[in-house]
C-alpha cells in the first residue's frame, strides 16, 4: 500500500510539489513557477507478458506514466491525466489496445474502452468499434459532452456507443478515423493466422462425442491468460480529484460484436506470515515528505509483493468516485482479465467500495477472494482470470493547521490471480516512473521490518 503525501499552497493550487530528490534551495528572489501536480498509476494488462518483451511493457508503463504527470503538471485535471496515459499505451504495438490489439473471428479489430471522472462521476464507454485508433478519446468525448448537460429538444446525451454507431459519432466530433489493416502489427496479424489454423485443424478432427470436448478445450485456449493484457490508468490530481479508465481490443479470434470489459496463490504482507487463498496483492509504502515541517526527504520503504477486460461495461472496467459525506476516501480502480468475468462480477465497483475500509491491503485481498474468486456468479468457471490497480487518497489529518498547507495522502495496491501483471507508478515529484513486472509464485513469503 503506498502513502504519499502532497503538500500545496492553497492560495495557489497550481503552485508546484518540491522534487524530494533535490537538495537544492530555491532562491527567494527568483521563485521558479508554479505548476500543478499528483499521482498516476498504469498498467499493461493482467495476463501474460513473456520475458522476452519484458523491457517494452515496463517501458510503455514508463511512457504512460510520465504523459499523465506531464498533463498534471501542467494543471490538467485527473480526467485528462488519465486520458493521455491511455493513448500512450494503446499507441503502443505490444499492449492488446488500439494498436496493434487482437483481431477477431472475421480477422478485424475491435476495441473497447471507458473512462470515468470521480469528480462528476460522469462517464463515458465504446464497444466494438472499428476504424479509431485511439478509442478512449471516443470515450472520453461521450464524458465531455455529457457533462454539458441536455441535447436539443431535452435529448440525454449518450455515454454509451457501439459498433458503426460509435465510429461515426467519433468522426462527427472531429476524432480522425484509422483503416482497420493500418491498426493491425506484424504480431497481430501473424497470432491471427497461427489461431485461424489452429481452429480450422480442430474443427476438422471434431467429431461426435470429441466435437464438444474439443470445442470446451478450444475456448478455454483462447480464453487463457495470454490475451487479457487489457490496458488501464488511475489517476489523482493535486486537488484530490480521482479518475479511472481501461481499452482493450478484446479476445483473440473473438466474435464480432462481443463486447468486454476491457488457482491458489500466497500472499505477501508487511510483518507478518499471510496465506493467501486467492491472489496476492502487491504493496508499496512510500513517504515523500515530512508534512509538519514542509520538507521532502528522500527516504523510502518499500514492500514488494512477489504475486502473489471488460473495457467498456460500467462498474466492470473501471471506477472513479471522489469522497463525499458517505465516503471518507476517493477511490479509483481499472481492471485487466477475462471480460466476461469482470462483467458478471462487477469487480471495479466492488473494489471501490471495499476501499472505504480502512486496512486497503485487508480490503482488497478480501474483495478479491469473496467478490470475484469465490462468486457464486464465477462458480462453474475452472479458472478465474483478473486483475486490479487501485488508488485511494484523502486528507491528511497529520498536516499542520495552517492555511497554507494541504496534505493529500494516496495509497495504491494492485493483485491479480493471472500468471502476470505488468505496471508502472509516478508522482509529480519523481524524475523517472516506475515499472514493474510481477510474476505470480506458489511460495508463502514473509517480510519483516
Known amino acids: 500500500m503506498e502513502d504519499l503525501i502532497y503538500s500545496a499552497d492553497k492560495q495557489q493550487p497550481s503552485s508546484p510539489l518540491t522534487n524530494p530528490w533535490s537538495k537544492k534551495k530555491e532562491s527567494s528572489k527568483s521563485p521558479k513557477p508554479k505548476l500543478g501536480g499528483g499521482f498516476v498509476l498504469v ?35 485527473a480526467v485528462e491525466a488519465v486520458a493521455a496515459a491511455l493513448i500512450e499505451l ?14 477477431n473471428l472475421a480477422g478485424e479489430i475491435e476495441c473497447d474502452a471507458s473512462i470515468m ?74 497470432a491471427y493466422k497461427r489461431n ?43 486537488e484530490g480529484n ?37 491472489a496476492a496483492i502487491n504493496s508499496f509504502v512510500s513517504l515523500l515528505m515530512k508534512p509538519k515541517t514542509k520538507e521532502f526527504f528522500p527516504s523510502c520503504v518499500e514492500l514488494i509483493g512477489y504475486p502473489h477486460e471488460n473495457a467498456a461495461h460500467y462498474g466492470c472496467g473501471c471506477w472513479a468516485e471522489n469522497a463525499c459525506n458517505m465516503n471518507p476516501y476517493s477511490t479509483a480502480v481499472s481492471t485487466s482479465g477475462c471480460g466476461e468475468h469482470l462483467i458478471r462480477t462487477m469487480l471495479a465497483r466492488e473494489c471501490s467500495a471495499a476501499m472505504q475500509s480502512e486496512d486497503a491491503h485487508q480490503a482488497l485481498l478480501e474483495a478479491m477472494q469473496n467478490k470475484f ?31 497554507n498547507i494541504q496534505g493529500l495522502l494516496v495509497e495504491f495496491l494492485w493483485s491479480h490471480t493471472t500468471e502476470s501483471m505488468c ?27
Not at 386 to 402: D, M, T
Request: with cysteine; glycine share 10%; aromatic share 4%.
Open 196 to 238: 485461424k489454423r489452429k481452429m480450422e485443424l480442430a474443427e476438422k478432427m471434431d467429431t461426435g462425442h470429441n466435437q464438444g470436448k474439443k470445442r470446451r478445450q478450444s475456448s478455454e485456449n483462447e480464453n487463457g491468460s495470454g490475451c487479457l493484457d487489457t490496458v488501464g490508468a488511475v489517476v489523482v490530481d493535486l
Open 117 to 190: 471522472d470521480g469528480k462528476s462521476l460522469h462517464y463515458g464507454a465504446v464497444g466494438a468499434i472499428s476504424g479509431i485508433k485511439n478509442p478512449v478519446l471516443v470515450a472520453n468525448r461521450l464524458l465531455s459532452e455529457a457533462q454539458r448537460g441536455k441535447l436539443s429538444a431535452g435529448r440525454i446525451p449518450p455515454c454509451f456507443l457501439v459498433g458503426r454507431g460509435a465510429q461515426d459519432w467519433a468522426v462527427n466530433h472531429g476524432i480522425s478515423p484509422c483503416p482497420s489493416e493500418k491498426m493491425a502489427t506484424k504480431f497481430s496479424l501473424s
Open 90 to 103: 494503446e499507441d503502443s504495438p505490444f499492449t492488446n489496445a488500439g494498436m496493434g490489439s487482437n483481431l
Open 373 to 403: 474468486i469465490s462468486s457464486p456468479f464465477l462458480a462453474n468457471e475452472d479458472r478465474v482470470l483478473g486483475g486490479v490497480i487501485v488508488l485511494r487518497c484523502c486528507r491528511c489529518l497529520e498536516a499542520p493547521p495552517s492555511q
Open 43 to 77: 498498467h499493461a494488462g493482467a495476463g501474460y507478458h513473456s520475458e522476452s518483451k519484458a523491457k517494452e511493457y515496463k517501458l510503455v508503463c514508463k511512457r504512460a506514466c510520465q504523459r499523465a504527470v506531464d498533463q498534471l503538471k501542467a494543471g490538467a485535471l
Open 242 to 278: 480521482v479518475a479511472a479508465a481501461v481499452s482493450s481490443g478484446g479476445l483473440a479470434m473473438k466474435h464480432p460484436g462481443r463486447v468486454g470489459q476491457t488457482m491458489i496463490r500466497k500472499l505477501l504482507k508487511r510483518s507478518c506470515r499471510v496465506e493467501c487463498p486467492a
Open 423 to 449: 505496471v508502472g507508478y509516478m508522482s509529480a515529484q519523481d524524475s523517472r516512473a516506475k515499472g514493474w513486472r510481477h510474476i505470480l509464485c506458489s511460495s508463502v513469503l514473509q517480510v519483516s521490518n
